[in-house]
């Protein structure tokens, strides 16, 4: 190991605490990027990661406004080629997030949302694994790096703030800043791990289309004595629409929704079956009564490589204690739909459309909102990223990394791949009981100081004659 | 026409004033029974229709406190056969309440809800219609014939507190109060007429099963991406089980939920049909685009005669601005059935806990709630009382009166069948554009005299020998 190796990774496990709590001020930020009560954590938050890229030496450190949420950039382009013979030394685009979900509902959480508290071996906070934990271990291993010898990689940070609204503005930014991001590859962190003891890389995540679908009845809310029987109730014609989006196997009935779907090849349906997520796997994960999907998949197929379809909210009528006998004139459903190669949000979105057209009756009218999208992606798994990444992760952990489809959707590797024609390397250090988007979200804190471990290792990979 | 029966009208014919002004003294104390800051306001109003009641000459007149809200009670039981021959002098129980509905939003009225304002033909204030004026309405024609001769007809009166809130203590005080309550039959004018010249009989009441499902699946909220296709979603799976409670035809699915309705003859449909309530009256009052309900029944026959089950309030997941991509812990459904005779509550919980035995999945739990329910009623045509009524409407308005089958429920109506075997007259004097539970609520005065005069054919057609 060379000497520089060595001494960052000996500075990183003496620097755990600092770590940590370099972690918690973050988390005390509440940027919760949907919700416009926090405009201005959201701002705290932006200047709070670009003041840590100066502290770190980067140039060019600057917080891009854009329509709703600004984006942070740097950059450092001092590396040279080490010695003669080596190849130039690369440019890495590290991409995060410094936005969070919803704490809601906050009668859940143990302790605050964003009064991050350890309890047991993990950290609790809204954001401590999706993904400012994630943010942070990047932070602290190039930090690592540059007290101790200094980086041998060129690095640009893009850290956005509307991840978890769907990114609204980061394609556009993107294509209006090409030449500024150009770089060889883009480190995403924005993944997780199977589990404690199986170091991941995501070679293909599924696309989003998110809807909100309104039924609208009677011209208001009317007395269900009276008129129980003679006008079709929203509420229940909203629920004859959801039931009707599957079929008695579990797909997902919108007409053409699988025509564009990639079967999966015997290959790698015999590689997933390998992956440590088999029913049990997910009764636990889930405490489900039992499991569910789309019939002839296994339950890592049906999260990872074939096409779902959720419904993430309900709302009608009176929903406070008691009784009210009312008919509401309207109700409404969150809906979201997982995509995977190579169906896209907009045929979605036409797909959806035309099975209301045909499906709801005239005795309501409804409306379909398209909140956001983002298309599915599949990567090479034999780039130079890919293989720095795979030795990092071997190098910390001990065992080859494990290759995956992921379930959950992370569109800027699209808009990565398509406008910049950059691959990423997609990883992290979550685990899948990290309640993400849930309450009680937690970092588990050993798996996350192995990660900036591993970081370390990835960024001087790259520059080694081996890497 | 009878002396008394003359001189009782033109009495309330001269004092068409002094009714009005009875009637605004009423309406002026804010009897809201449902806010807690009117509390003193109730005592207020049940003193005030005690004291009416002795200055009636009322016997025994009582203020029962109950839980929450008192329950007047008052009698007079000196009415003897007036002729050899003649059967006795039946006993009526007069039922009414003196609570109104919250006055709220108060922007939109045009003069003060507790500051009674005539304009037009109309007196404006909060409970006029429901049902401070019909509780008048019967205080001035007793008045009529206590004042020109003497009661022919024995009295017992039950005027409550707590109608607009569910009548919570009623039913305990009937059934501790059998002997004190026993009558031939009850006087209930808390319902309305169709219009201004169809004076209304309401025959039938519908009753109520209301319940609130709870569905849940994995232990906690779930990220869609990673878990979208591998658990069943407990919003999607309420949606199923709801879409499930009907049909194509839009018949309830119900294990038995149709085995006791009782059927529509053919005249009680012919009669129906006769009501000037079609398609477009439905269209116009609900504002919906289409009417909907069971094949095979008009609007008329489906609202009053025919069971429901109508969603009344839906709950899961994220319902706020924006998106997140949850799959919820749990949904939550409001659902309320309408009934009609010969069904009842408990059948009907134990029919929708049998549905959902058999249509649930295992993927999922619920749980049922039995929130409130209340039996349909009924009640015989022919008998003493609707006969009475039917001639003293006929006498007033010139036209036969026109029986209907209520959509909504007047649970007190059922409680009298079952706990008393009372029948009761239910009959009203509002109209149905009284915005009754609305802003600007009014009474229509010239139908309200109306009403006054048709009490007091009733209660003289009681003793007589044609009555």
Redesign the interface.
């Given at each position: 190991m060379s000497d520089q190796r060595q001494a960052a990774l000996e500075y990183a496990r003496q620097n755990k605490e600092q770590s940590l709590k370099l972690l918690e001020t973050f988390l005390s930020i509440p940027s919760v990027s949907?919700?416009?009560s926090h405009l201005p954590d959201m701002q705290d938050a932006a200047n709070w990661v670009a003041s840590q890229l100066r502290d770190l030496g980067m140039q060019k450190v600057e917080i891009y406004p854009t329509a709703r949420h600004p984006v942070v950039y740097a950059e450092w382009l001092g590396a040279h080629p080490q010695t003669a013979g080596a190849r130039s030394a690369p440019t890495v685009l590290i991409y995060g997030h410094y936005d969070v979900?919803?704490a809601?509902p906050l009668d859940?959480w143990q302790s605050g949302p964003f009064e991050p508290t350890v309890r047991g071996e993990s950290l609790y906070a809204r954001g401590a694994s999706d993904m400012k934990g994630q943010v942070v271990a990047a932070l602290k291993a190039v930090e690592a790096i540059v007290r101790n010898g200094g980086l041998p990689v060129n690095l640009k940070w893009l850290i956005e703030g509307e991840e978890e609204?769907?990114s609204p503005s980061l394609e556009a930014f993107i294509a209006d800043h090409k030449e500024l991001l150009a770089s060889d590859f883009a480190l995403n962190p924005d993944s997780g791990m199977i589990g404690q003891n199986y170091p991941t890389i995501t070679n293909s995540l599924?696309g989003?289309a998110?809807f909100?679908l309104r039924v609208y009845?009677?011209?208001?809310d009317?007395?269900?004595?009276?008129?129980?029987?003679?006008?079709?109730?929203p509420?229940?014609a909203?629920?004859?629409l959801?039931?009707?989006?599957?079929d008695a196997e579990g797909r997902v009935t919108l007409p053409g929704f699988y025509d564009k779907v990639r079967p999966l090849s015997a290959e790698e349906r015999a590689e997933m079956a390998r992956l440590p997520m088999d029913e049990k796997h997910?009764l636990e994960?889930?405490?489900?009564?039992?499991?569910?999907?789309?019939a002839g998949y296994s339950?890592v197929e049906?999260?990872g490589a074939?096409p779902?379809?959720?419904?993430?909210?309900?709302?009608?009528?009176?929903?406070g204690e008691?009784?009210?006998?009312?008919?509401?004139a309207w109700?409404?459903?969150?809906i979201?739909t997982?995509l995977v190669p190579d169906q896209n949000p907009a045929d979605v979105a036409g797909q959806l459309r035309r099975y209301l057209e045909q499906s709801a009756?005239?005795?309501?009218?409804w409306e379909l909102i398209e909140?956001?999208g983002g298309a599915p992606s599949i990567s090479d798994r034999n780039n130079a990223g890919v293989r720095a990444m795979g030795k990092a992760l071997e190098s910390v952990w001990g065992v080859q990394p494990y290759f995956r489809r992921?379930?959950?959707?992370i569109p800027v590797v699209g808009q990565m791949q398509r406008l910049l024609a950059l691959e990423s390397v997609v990883t992290g250090f979550g685990l899948?009981d990290d309640?993400?988007?849930?309450?009680?979200e937690k970092l588990h804190l050993p798996t996350w100081y192995r990660g900036i471990e591993a970081f370390i290792h990835f960024f001087l990979n790259l520059a080694s004659k081996t890497g």
């Open positions: 949907t919700d416009p979900q919803p809601d859940l609204i769907g599924r989003l998110y909100e009845g009677p011209a208001s009317l007395h269900s004595g009276i008129y129980g029987g003679v006008v079709h109730n509420a229940n909203l629920a004859e959801i039931a009707g989006m599957h997910y994960q889930t405490g489900a009564p039992a499991l569910y999907g789309e339950p049906r999260s074939r779902t379809l959720d419904v993430n909210g309900l709302l009608a009528g009176f929903t008691g009784s009210k006998t009312v008919i509401p109700a409404m459903a969150k979201s997982r009756s005239k005795d309501i009218r909140m956001h992921e379930g959950g959707s899948p309640n993400v988007h849930a309450p009680n």
